[in-house]
């Protein structure tokens, strides 16, 4: 009776240690997935020299490569973090109709009416 006992002890903690460490094996694996592969967003936007396509994360560099000079740019720090606004004026001359937003140097998001 005492061993039958041990044994179902045995068997009950083996049998909970294999669920925590399949959990703990199962979370790792797809957190670490994650950090291996982001998603990437594409932006395809319609500015001046045609149809061009962006994605979020690139620098300020590629993006002038592509889109061009802005026609009008704003600059804000907050605490570590720089902000800058680029505006193109594509349809309209007197206000900007397309707005290209960068933190700290990399694409952010792109706005277009």
């Given at each position: 009776?005492q061993k039958t006992?041990?044994i179902?002890?045995?068997?009950?903690?083996g049998?909970?240690a294999?669920?925590i460490?399949?959990f703990?094996?199962?979370?790792?694996?797809?957190t670490r997935?994650?950090?291996l592969?982001p998603?990437v967003?594409?932006?395809?936007?319609?500015?001046k020299k045609?149809n061009?396509?962006?994605?979020v994360?690139?620098?300020k560099?590629?993006?002038q490569?592509l889109?061009?000079?802005?026609?009008e740019?704003?600059l804000?720090s907050?605490?570590?973090?720089?902000?800058?606004?680029?505006g193109y004026k594509?349809?309209?001359?007197?206000?900007?109709?397309?707005?290209i937003?960068?933190?700290?140097?990399?694409?952010?998001?792109v706005r277009?009416?």
């Amino acid at each position: 009776m005492q061993k039958t006992l041990k044994i179902l002890i045995y068997f009950i903690i083996g049998f909970f240690a294999l669920m925590i460490i399949s959990f703990i094996v199962l979370n790792f694996m797809g957190t670490r997935n994650k950090k291996l592969a982001p998603e990437v967003q594409y932006i395809e936007i319609n500015e001046k020299k045609g149809n061009v396509m962006l994605h979020v994360g690139m620098i300020k560099d590629s993006v002038q490569i592509l889109v061009g000079k802005p026609d009008e740019v704003d600059l804000s720090s907050v605490g570590n973090y720089t902000y800058e606004n680029w505006g193109y004026k594509i349809k309209n001359n007197s206000v900007s109709d397309l707005n290209i937003d960068f933190e700290n140097g990399k694409l952010k998001g792109v706005r277009q009416h």
